[in-house]
């Protein structure tokens, strides 16, 4: 089997690390303005730090369990 017995933990790293770097991203450098775009300015901070909490939560859990 491809990654062993252990994908579902090698899942969760990935998903969980992709949650964290991803909201920090969003954090740190938000996108660029478009004069035509309904978006919002920058991410909102609360969901972001509680989205990237979550998804290094889940990422050191799955870590942990595979040590």
Known sequence: MFLGEDILAW???ALGGA??????????????KRQ???????APVVRSVVM??????AALWALVSLL
Not at 52 to 57: R, S
């Open 11 to 13: 899942m969760i790293i």
């Open 19 to 32: 949650m964290f770097a991803g909201n920090l991203a969003a954090l740190v450098r938000p996108p660029k």
């Open 36 to 42: 035509d775009a309904a978006d919002l300015e920058k």
């Open 52 to 57: 990237a909490t979550i998804g290094a939560i």
